[in-house]
């Protein structure tokens, strides 16, 4: 049996679970409340301040399932109590990051700048010029936001020049050496 999907979720103080039929499960937290259709195989129970998921049978769909539900179900719990971030950072020469009016501006070395707008649930912050932090109560568009900052200038492995996340190591490349003759 699934290790995840056999784990408990602990509910904690604070945070309204409602499971409706077909699994449209709504998590109603101080941060937020977010809702969303889980598969209708597996069975969500509150039992107490815990929610445990089962599966129905050991077939090879409804063991994917279960784990996967057990864990947006964690997630979302988490997000609405505690919330996610995600930071990025910014290098290179002349490369800075700023807030304007509730809109990210991005200066990439482009003859251009970058302009973004986060979506509803997101907040951006700018603590440096080389430094962006995106959070929110929703993981998937946290990760979805940031992946999107970031592919605006991926860093490149020969300078590490872009904007990468903060624990992402960059692979480095040693750069041409001249011909000898």
């Known amino acids: 049996m699934s290790r995840i999907g056999r ?5 904690p103080a604070g945070v309204e679970i409602k499971i409706e039929d077909n699994n449209l499960v709504t998590v109603k937290g101080p941060k937020g409340t977010l809702t969303q259709q889980l598969h ?3 069975t969500i129970k509150q039992e107490g301040a815990e929610l445990h998921v089962t599966r ?3 077939l090879k769909e409804n063991r994917s399932l279960h784990g996967l539900t057990r864990t947006l179900l964690h997630n979302m719990v988490v997000g609405v109590t505690e919330g996610f971030k995600k930071t990025l950072d910014v290098n290179g020469v002349g490369y800075r990051v700023a807030m304007e ?3 990210l501006v991005m200066n ?4 251009h700048q970058v302009i973004m707008e986060a979506p509803a649930g997101i907040t951006v912050e700018t603590p440096s010029a080389n430094q962006i ?3 929110g109560f929703d993981k998937q568009l946290v990760g979805q936001f940031a992946a ?3 592919e605006k200038r991926p860093p490149e492995p020969y300078k590490g020049k872009g904007i990468k996340y903060s624990d992402e190591v960059i692979r480095r490349k040693v750069g041409k050496t001249g011909v000898k003759k």
């Open 7 to 11: 784990a408990p979720i602990a509910v």
């Open 40 to 42: 209708p195989n597996m």
């Open 56 to 58: 129905p049978n050991d």
């Open 101 to 103: 009016g509730g809109k």
């Open 108 to 111: 990439l070395g482009f003859s």
């Open 133 to 135: 932090v995106v959070s």
């Open 148 to 150: 999107e900052v970031r």
